[in-house]
C-alpha cells in the first residue's frame, strides 16, 4: 500500500532510469536573485529557452536589504549585481517577477502559498535548500541546485534518486504555549542533525492536523534541519481553505475538479515506511538551542547535558567546540543568558500569525535597555496586514524595529549582521557559526520565546513570562 510520496513518485514519474533513479515531470521552478540569476544567466549563454514560462517564478529576497526606503543598492557589496542581473534575465526569458517594488514581493516559501503557486500534489523546486517549507499544502517541493534549476527550467525535468520515507506521528495535542518550531527542535534532538537523511518525512497525526497551515509550514521548513529529501503533511481542509482563491490557483469549476483529486492525495492507513516515529506531544516543551547545530536544543527551562548524555552523534569534540563557541559550559541554564539582540524572521517563523503571537508577547511592554530587537515580514502581504492589524504597531511600541520583507539577518547575504560575539535569541532556522555575523552566537527558538526574551532582555521560557517581568 503506498504513503503519499510514493503516489506523488509514481504520477510524476516519466521513465525509471535504473539504480533507484526517475525521471520525474517537474510543475514549477521557483528562483530568487542569489541562485536563479545564475541559472538563468547559464540557460541564456546556452542558448536554451524555458519550457514553460508560465510555471516559472522568480522573486527578490536573499540578497536586498530590508530597510526602510531601500533600494538596488544593497548593503552587501557586489548585492547590486545579483539584483538587476536577475531582473534582466527574469525579463529576457519571460518569466514572472516579484521585484522589490511589487506588492506581492517577499520570501520565496512566503509567497509562494500566498499567490497558490504551490498546490497539494504537484512538483516544486527551487534552488534553496528549505523549498521543503512547501510540503505543508501536500505538495512534493525540495531544494536543489542552479544547475539543477537550469535543467528543471528547460527540459521540464529532473533526475532524482528516490529517497526513502519516514513517518512522524505526533499523538495528542500540543500545550498552550509550544508550537511547531519547539516541536521541530524536540524532534531534532530526537532523531539528530541526520537522522532523516535521504529521507521524505511525512508529519502526521492529532498534534499535525491540529496546527494551523502557517504552524505546518514552520514545521516542515524545519525538517531541512533533521536533512530530510523533503517533508510532507497530507492536503486536507485546513490546507485546501489557505489556498482557495489565491490569484494562481485553480478557480470555478477547476477549483472543485482540483479539490476532487486533491481530497485522494493520502498514505494508504497501511501504508509502510521504512521508517517510523512517534512523539506523544504532551512532552513537547518550548525550546531553545545552546549549541550551534539545531540538535543542539533543550527545553528552555532544562540545562545544557554532558556529552555522555547528548546526542549519540554528536563527537566529544565538536560538543566541547560548540560550548566554547557559545561561551557556554555543561551543566549550564540557558534561561537566563543575557542577550544582546531579537530577531523575528526568516523563510521559518515570519508569517502572520508568528507575529501575531510575539505582539501578544510584547503588547503594553518594552524592549529591554540594551538589547537591539528585529521584525522582518516575510512578504508585503504579511507586512500590510500586521500594519492594518495594529500588530506592527504593537511591536513598535514596544521597541522592535520593523522592516522591509526579505531573508535578512537569517544570514548576512544582505551584507548587514549582527556584532562580534554578541548573543542573539532568533526565529531562524540555524545557529551555525557566524552565520548572523562575525562569531555571533545565535539561540534558535519560537517567536514567542524570542519575544519575550527581548523584553526580559535575557532567555526566558514565554511560558512564565508574566512572572519574571512586570508588564
Not at 509567497?111 to 499544502?137: K, M, N, R, W, Y
Not at 523533503?230 to 494562481?248: E, T
Request: some cysteine; glycine content about 10%.
Amino acid at each position: 500500500m503506498d504513503t503519499l510520496f510514493e503516489i506523488l513518485w509514481r504520477q510524476h514519474q516519466i521513465a525509471d532510469i535504473g539504480d533507484g533513479i526517475g525521471l520525474i515531470a517537474i510543475d514549477r521552478v521557483m528562483l530568487h536573485e542569489r541562485t536563479g540569476g545564475v541559472a538563468l544567466k547559464g540557460l541564456a549563454a546556452a542558448g536554451r529557452n524555458i519550457l514553460a514560462p508560465a510555471q516559472a517564478f522568480a522573486v527578490m529576497d536573499h540578497i536586498v536589504d530590508t530597510l526602510p526606503g531601500r533600494s538596488d543598492d544593497t548593503l552587501m557589496p557586489t548585492g547590486k549585481a545579483f539584483i538587476t542581473e536577475t531582473r534582466a534575465a527574469a525579463k529576457a526569458a519571460g518569466i514572472r517577477l516579484f521585484d522589490l517594488h511589487d506588492d506581492r514581493q517577499g520570501i520565496c516559501h512566503v509567497i509562494s502559498p500566498e499567490q497558490g503557486i504551490v498546490l497539494p500534489g504537484a512538483t516544486l523546486v527551487c534552488p534553496d535548500s528549505h523549498t521543503g517549507t512547501q510540503g505543508a499544502f501536500g505538495a512534493l517541493a525540495w531544494g536543489i541546485g542552479s544547475s539543477e534549476a537550469e535543467h528543471a527550467l528547460t527540459t521540464g525535468t529532473l533526475r532524482v534518486r528516490k529517497p526513502a520515507t519516514m513517518r512522524v506521528t505526533v499523538t495528542g495535542r500540543l500545550a498552550d504555549g509550544v508550537g511547531a518550531k519547539d516541536l521541530a527542535l524536540h524532534i531534532i534532538v530526537l532523531i539528530g542533525s541526520q537522522g532523516a537523511q535521504d529521507h521524505v518525512v511525512e508529519f502526521a497525526g492529532e498534534g499535525i492536523t491540529a496546527l494551523d497551515i502557517e504552524q505546518r509550514q514552520t514545521l516542515c521548513n524545519m525538517a531541512t534541519e533533521m536533512s530530510a529529501f523533503c517533508a510532507i503533511i497530507a492536503p486536507d481542509d485546513v490546507s485546501l481553505s489557505a489556498l482557495k482563491g489565491r490569484p494562481f490557483a485553480p478557480r470555478d469549476a477547476l477549483w472543485e475538479q482540483a479539490v476532487a483529486h486533491w481530497r485522494t492525495l493520502a498514505s494508504h492507513p497501511d501504508a509502510t515506511f521504512d521508517r517510523e516515529i512517534t512523539i506523544d506531544a504532551a512532552t513537547v516543551a518550548p525550546m531553545i538551542s545552546w549549541g550551534t547545530s539545531p540538535q543542539q536544543s533543550i527545553p528552555v527551562t532544562a540545562s545544557i547535558p554532558p556529552h555522555n548524555v547528548g546526542h549519540p552523534r554528536e563527537t566529544a569534540a565538536n560538543h566541547s567546540r560548540s560550548l566554547a563557541y557559545m561561551g557556554l559550559a555543561d551543566g549550564m541554564a540557558v534561561a537566563g543568558e543575557p542577550i544582546d539582540a531579537a530577531f523575528i524572521g526568516s523563510c521559518t517563523n515570519s508569517r502572520l500569525s508568528d507575529l501575531r503571537r510575539a505582539a501578544a508577547i510584547v503588547k503594553g511592554r518594552k524592549v529591554a535597555k540594551g538589547v537591539r530587537a528585529i521584525c522582518v515580514p516575510g512578504s508585503k502581504a504579511v507586512k500590510l496586514a500586521a500594519e492594518q492589524q495594529g500588530i506592527a504597531a504593537t511591536l513598535i511600541e514596544a521597541g522592535f524595529e520593523w522592516r522591509e520583507p526579505g531573508c535578512s539577518m537569517c544570514f548576512f547575504a544582505g551584507g548587514e549582521s549582527f556584532g562580534l560575539r554578541e548573543r542573539v535569541i532568533s526565529t531562524t532556522n540555524r545557529n551555525f557559526e557566524s552565520r548572523q555575523g562575525p562569531d555571533t552566537r545565535t539561540h534558535i527558538a519560537s517567536p514567542e520565546t524570542v519575544a519575550a526574551s527581548a523584553i526580559a532582555g535575557h532567555i526566558v521560557d514565554p511560558r512564565s513570562f508574566k512572572d519574571e517581568v512586570a508588564p
